[in-house]
C-alpha cells in the first residue's frame, strides 16, 4: 500500500513539476532574470550585436537583454557579473541603453541585474526626462572620447579621476 501512494506522490509531482516548468517556458519566464516574455535582443549572442543609436540625444548602446512582453512592450536588462550592488554608473549606462534601444524597441521597463540584486529603473519616462538625468555624464564622456582635457575627478584616490572604474588609466 505505500509503494502505491509513493508512486501516486512521485508521478502526481513528476507531472506537476514537468507542467509548471512548461507554463514557464511558454510565458518566458524561463531565463535567469524570471523576466515574463520572449527575448528578442541579448548583446554577444554574434560577432555582429547590433548597437542601437538616438541620433536626437548622440547616445549609442548595447544593451544586455531585451525582452517582449506580452502587451507588446519591451523590458530592458542591463546584467553586472559581480555580488553586491547596483553604482550610480550602472543606472547611467542602463538609462542611456533605454533611450537608444527606443528607437527600434518600446522600453517601458529597465532594470538593472547583479548577481545578486535587482534594481528597477524609471523608464516610464520621456527620453527628454531621461535624458536630464544623464546629460552631465554624457556630455562628459563625448569630452573624454574626444580627447579634451577634463578637470572634473570622481573625489577618490583609489579610481581614476576620470571613469571612475579603473585604479590607474593611460591618460592619468
Not at 507588446?72 to 553586472?80: R, V
Not at 552631465?136 to 573625489?155: E, F, M, P, W, Y
Request: hydrophobic share 35%; with cysteine.
Amino acid at each position: 500500500m505505500i509503494y502505491i501512494i509513493l508512486l501516486f506522490v512521485g508521478y502526481y509531482f513528476f507531472v506537476y513539476l514537468g507542467e509548471k516548468k512548461r507554463l514557464e517556458r511558454e510565458k518566458g519566464l524561463d531565463n535567469p532574470f524570471s523576466m515574463y516574455g520572449q527575448l528578442v535582443y541579448a548583446d554577444g549572442q554574434s560577432k555582429k550585436s547590433r548597437s542601437f543609436v538616438n541620433k536626437r540625444f548622440g547616445l549609442c548602446a548595447k544593451p544586455d537583454f531585451i525582452f517582449r512582453n506580452e502587451h507588446g512592450t519591451y523590458t530592458l536588462i542591463e546584467y553586472k557579473s559581480r555580488q553586491g550592488k547596483v553604482y550610480q554608473s550602472d543606472i547611467q549606462q542602463t538609462i542611456a541603453s533605454v533611450m537608444a534601444a527606443r528607437t527600434k524597441f518600446n522600453i517601458t521597463e529597465a532594470y538593472v541585474h547583479t548577481d545578486n540584486f535587482r534594481m528597477a529603473i524609471d523608464a516610464g519616462k520621456s527620453n527628454a526626462e531621461l535624458y536630464s538625468v544623464i546629460e552631465r555624464n554624457a556630455d562628459l564622456t563625448r569630452d573624454i572620447k574626444s580627447g579634451r582635457q577634463v578637470n572634473i575627478t570622481n573625489g577618490s584616490q583609489y579610481k581614476c579621476p576620470t571613469c571612475s572604474m579603473k585604479h590607474k588609466c593611460d591618460k592619468w
